[in-house]
Nanobody
Framework: QVQLVESGGGLVQAGGSLRLSCTASTIVFSSNTAGWYRQTPGKQRELVATLTSGGVTNYADSMKGRFTISRDNRKNTMYLQMNSLKPEDTAVYYC??????????WGQGTEVTVSS
């Protein structure tokens, strides 16, 4: 059974930084496209960034230049470095592994709150 476990969320002031981590069991990040999504109450879950097995990254426009997705293959861990955080970045952030038809696996989410 695939398990994705996020960590690193918390409360931060606007302009600050956080690094989210996602560890996986029974699935290898370096062999899959994986990514981060986020969701706020009343809104649809939205893409933050993805990272392919070949190392190609893709970011939502509002995150470009502020967020960086990466992974450590030895630790089978994916990261999301978030800098210059804004109150509108407040959300629950989810780790995901993508399959042929979209997201195949979700993590349980980690909450990020950015205070103004």
């Amino acid at each position: 059974q695939v398990q994705l476990v996020e960590s690193g969320g918390g409360l931060v002031q606007a302009g600050g930084s956080l690094r989210l981590s996602c560890t996986a069991s029974t699935i290898v990040f370096s062999s899959n496209t994986a990514g981060w999504y986020r969701q706020t109450p009343g809104k649809q879950r939205e893409l933050v960034a993805t990272l392919t097995s070949g190392g190609v990254t893709n970011y939502a426009d509002s995150m470009k230049g502020r967020f960086t997705i990466s992974r450590d293959n030895r630790k089978n861990t994916m990261y999301l470095q978030m800098n210059s955080l804004k109150p509108e970045d407040t959300a629950v952030y989810y780790c995901a592994v993508l399959g042929a038809y979209g997201v195949a696996y979700w993590g349980q989410g980690t909450e990020v709150t950015v205070s103004s």
